[in-house]
């Protein structure tokens, strides 16, 4: 057992960071990694002294392993280093069963309430997790690493990786409350200090500005929904006494797209308004306007969430407006019948209109807070590269 351990993932990164003639340190790698090659059939990472398969059977098993046809192969070779997996198996001969049990006993002090359930807690979102944990376990058994380096392991990517970071950063955070050296060669972790950090601020004015440039480009068609609805609403009259259906449909169909551009920027200016009310409170109370990226962050995806109950509800209101109008059709031209199944067109055909402004506003905030991300990540950056 050497002083320092490289547990080496298999992002491109890693190659770059870590020296393959180093002769210091023990290195730790999961699944298909040690076997992979590089187009001149070389080994991608020449030495490894231990391997984390814990997949199912199944997986490492398959004949199709989407990284390696041959890991089966390999690991019943015997040409292995030590495997850990979910249990000794006897095709595997240098596997070893990864001592969960014992592992588990690191969080014997932690519990989950969970709908009013307690559970124990069980967190392992990766592979690395499990390295992670192992490194702790045999650390409180007196067989110390003094240093830990992680090389490889990014997490970058929203969906594969992004539900993994939880547990990483536990149990980096583990190790790292147990006063083990640790050194991360990624950029997990770089960010700015919550409250101390990355708070940026927004004048007022900078908002003012913000919204008289969308302001600008809104120019004439600020109104022109709404009076445009007004005319399609009223022109629903004509249905009473005649067949005006096909008219009435493209023309509805025909507004909303001509209403986009606008209803979109109507929605920026109310959000950027919105923030205005803020930045003035801030800059009133205490002399200054500071927002933080969360907040920005946080707002956009509550705004995600309403418009796709929104757009639900606009299909739904559209899946019912047809048959209505098929019914309208089929009653007696100017009877009362027809009158009142105009009425209820009519209300339908407002709400459906009302339903795609709103989508449109809400489409308007949403990428108004992207860019206030957008711009607190410049700021941030900006003051970075001044330090």
Avoid at 104 to 115: A, D
Avoid at 231 to 250: E, P, Y
Avoid at 291 to 310: C, P, S, V
């Amino acid at each position: 057992m050497k002083k320092t351990l490289v547990i080496m993932g298999t992002h491109p990164n890693g190659l770059k960071t870590f020296d393959w003639t180093r002769t210091d340190c023990d290195i730790w790698m999961f699944n298909e990694a040690p076997t992979a090659k590089k187009a001149n059939g070389e080994l991608m990472y020449p030495k490894t002294d231990v391997v984390f398969q814990l997949h199912h059977e199944a997986i490492w098993k398959n004949p199709k392993n989407r990284n390696d046809k041959d890991h089966f192969q390999w690991l019943t070779s015997g040409k292995t280093p030590t495997v850990y997996m979910q249990e000794q198996y006897s095709d595997v001969p240098k596997s070893v069963r990864y001592p969960i049990d014992r592992v588990l006993s690191l969080t014997k002090n932690v519990r989950l309430v969970v709908n009013g359930k307690e559970k124990s807690f069980k967190y392992f979102s990766s592979s690395p997790d499990f390295a992670l944990a192992l490194v702790a376990y045999i650390w409180k058994q007196g067989r110390k690493y003094k240093r830990v380096e992680v090389h490889g392991i990014e997490l970058e990517t929203e969906s594969e990786y992004q539900y993994q970071k939880t547990g990483f950063g536990f149990w980096t955070g583990y190790l790292a409350a147990l006063g083990i050296e640790l050194v991360l060669y990624n950029k997990i972790f770089d960010a700015p200090v919550y409250g101390y950090e990355g708070d940026v601020a927004v004048t007022s004015a900078q908002i003012e500005q913000r919204i008289a440039d969308l302001t600008q480009e809104l120019g004439d068609e600020k109104d022109q929904y709404s009076q445009e609805a007004k005319v399609l609403l009223d022109s629903l009259s004509g249905l009473l006494r005649q067949d005006i259906s096909v008219a009435i449909q493209a023309e509805l169909n025909q507004i909303t797209k001509r209403s986009e551009h606008a209803g979109i920027l109507n929605g920026k200016i109310k959000e950027s308004q919105r923030y205005l009310e803020k930045a003035r409170a801030m800059e009133q109370k205490a002399g200054a306007s500071v927002f933080a990226m969360g907040e920005f962050d946080g707002t956009r995806i509550a705004y995600n969430k309403q418009y796709l109950e929104a757009r639900q509800q606009a299909l739904m209101l559209n899946a019912g407006i047809s048959p209505l109008l098929k019914r309208l059709l089929n009653l007696k031209k100017g009877s009362q019948k027809r009158q009142r199944v105009l009425d209820e067109f009519g209300a339908k055909v407002a709400e459906l209109m009302n339903k795609n402004m709103l989508l449109l506003h809400v489409a308007g905030a949403i990428q108004e807070n992207q860019y206030y991300i957008d711009s607190l990540k410049l700021s941030i950056r900006s003051a970075g590269g001044r330090r």
